[in-house]
């Protein structure tokens, strides 16, 4: 059984950073594609980042240039460093490992974590 856990989260305000990190259990870390998404209340969910199994990134428009996205297949897990933070980050942010091409779409994605909230105030 897969199990992505998240940990991390929680309050900051604007301007600010926070860091959330996710473990993985029960699968081969390194075949995995790792990413975040978010989800707000009321909105769809949306894509953050990814970070492939061989290292390549790709973020999401309202992220790019203010968050991070890295791992430590030592340690099967995988970071996000969130930094000027803005109130439109406030949501769920879920873990997720999977296998498919298009890196952003969360349908190519088998495995999720509970998510963590997250809360930017202004």
């Known amino acids: 059984q897969v199990r992505l856990v998240e940990f991390g989260g929680g309050l900051a305000q604007a301007g600010g950073s926070l860091r959330l990190s996710c473990a993985v259990a029960?699968?081969?870390?390194?075949?995995?594609?790792m990413a975040w998404f978010r989800q707000a209340p009321g909105k769809e969910r949306e894509f953050v980042a990814v970070?492939?199994?061989?290292?390549?990134?790709v973020f999401g428009n309202a992220v790019r240039g203010r968050f991070i996205i890295f791992r430590d297949n030592a340690k099967s897990t995988v970071d996000l460093q969130m930094g000027s933070l803005k109130p439109e980050d406030t949501g769920v942010y879920l873990c997720?490992?999977?296998?498919?091409?298009?890196?952003?779409?969360?349908?190519?994605?088998?495995?999720w974590g509970q998510g963590t909230q997250v809360t930017v105030s202004s």
């Open positions: 997720a490992g999977g296998f498919g091409l298009i890196v952003d779409q969360s349908t190519n994605y088998n495995y």
């Open positions: 029960g699968h081969t870390f390194t075949n995995l594609n």
């Open positions: 970070i492939t199994r061989t290292g390549g990134t």
